[in-house]
């Protein structure tokens, strides 16, 4: 079955460490790919996306997430957090086949960013 | 401009009752949907419509029912409200088509059914 695997549920760091969160997808064929972030009591909104092309894409706020094809992976990296970076962050997958934009996100993955 | 509006924002009913969210988008769009998230954050499609059409129903319970009056509007409404059916319900639009369709979503509707 495809699915969206984020490897990690919850993440505490220290303001200014550095942030890498998994995602591997289980889908065949081609694939856009998108993190989205949802701070606490608000909307998902979205980070960053891959439709094609450099699979080192940059997003808002300073992330940035690689697409590896081979690994089917599209990994969210920060390099020094902030404390407002504190959110639920979720991968979300849709084939590129899919005219109807059905997405599959993953469980999400609970960062918490410390003073 | 709200992009994707949502009301009401929190809705706290008891059991048996029914009840409609109503969601708009002012992004002209062709598509929109209703996602469920429960309290674990997990965040599920539970249907969505191309230009007042459904074209996705995922495995949701009959008492569930969307309605959408034009594309820029897609409600739902429950029926016979479940104490399951507690969590946050967002609605999100995108263009659709194979262009690659980033999803707006919508503040969500926070339901509590006591």
């Known amino acids: 079955a495809q699915s969206v695997s984020q490897h990690n549920h919850h993440v505490i760091l220290s303001e200014a460490a550095s942030l890498e969160l998994g995602c591997n997808y289980s889908y065949g064929g081609t694939v856009n790919l998108f993190w989205y972030v949802q701070y606490p009591g608000q909307h998902l909104q979205l980070l960053l996306k891959y439709f094609s092309g450099d699979p080192l894409v940059k997003g808002i706020k300073g992330f940035e997430a690689e697409f590896i094809k081979s690994k089917f992976s599209f990994n969210l990296r920060k390099p020094s957090v902030q404390w407002s970076d504190t959110a639920e962050y979720f991968c979300?997958?849709?084939?590129?086949?899919?005219?109807?934009?059905?997405?599959?996100f993953g469980a999400g993955t609970q960062v918490v960013v410390t003073p | 401009d709200t992009a994707v509006s949502q009301t009401p924002k929190y809705l706290v009913t008891q059991m048996g009752n029914d009840k409609s969210i109503k969601c708009e988008q002012n992004?002209?769009?062709?598509?929109m949907y209703w996602y469920k998230q429960d309290s674990k954050k997990f965040l599920k499609i539970m249907f969505s419509?191309?230009?007042?059409?459904?074209?996705i129903n995922e495995t949701v319970p009959n008492r569930f029912s969307p309605k959408s009056p034009d594309k820029a509007h897609l409600n739902l409404h429950i029926n016979s409200l479940e104490l399951g059916d507690s969590a946050v319900y967002f609605c999100?639009?995108?263009?659709?088509?194979?262009?690659?369709?980033?999803?707006?979503f919508g503040a969500g509707t926070r339901l509590s059914v006591l």
């Open positions: 992004l002209g769009h062709d598509t």
């Open positions: 979300a997958v849709k084939m590129t086949t899919d005219s109807w934009g059905k997405f599959q």
């Open positions: 419509y191309n230009n007042k059409e459904l074209i």
């Open positions: 999100a639009s995108s263009p659709g088509g194979t262009s690659g369709g980033i999803q707006y």
